[in-house]
């Protein structure tokens, strides 16, 4: 994972929720905001695959952003928001394998052919016979 953390910018706000008078009066509340373009820790294929696999988290401006609000402290949001924006791009780098079409084998075939024969013999044998 590339701690790409000196890129990124901090926003803070007042935060909705619990918390009482503190809610009204401290900007607890953290949105990091990050230019994927401008980054220097990534090549331009990985910018682009970021881009691609997080496009619904970024804005017109190219900024991915993401606000975190679940603890009444200004510091442990940061700290989260970090986290989970480190994890985020982290996922987004993930490339899966393409899965390869495999047929069945003989053995498979003749077992799945045994088992519709039972099946088949045990319900031909509940029938009425005179």
């Known amino acids: 994972m590339k701690d ?3 890129e990124l910018n901090f926003k803070t706000s ?3 929720g619990a918390g009482g008078q503190n ?6 509340s953290v949105t990091v905001l990050w230019k994927v373009e401008d ?3 990534f090549d331009e ?8 696999k997080l496009k619904n988290k970024i804005n017109a401006e190219g900024f991915l952003f993401l606000t975190v609000s679940e603890s009444r402290t200004q510091l442990a949001n940061k700290k989260k928001a970090i986290e989970k924006i480190l994890e985020i791009v982290d996922k987004s780098l ?3 394998k393409k899965r390869v079409a495999t047929k069945p ?3 498979q075939k003749q077992k799945r052919l045994d088992n519709k024969k039972k099946l088949s ?5 509940r029938k009425f016979k005179f």
């Open 39 to 41: 980054s220097e820790f």
């Open 23 to 28: 809610v009204n009066k401290v900007e607890t």
């Open 121 to 125: 013999d045990k319900k031909e044998n």
């Open 14 to 16: 007042r935060s909705s």
């Open 45 to 52: 294929d990985q910018k682009v695959l970021i881009q691609n």
């Open 94 to 96: 993930f490339i899966h």
């Open 105 to 107: 084998s003989k053995g």
């Open 4 to 6: 790409f953390t000196k």
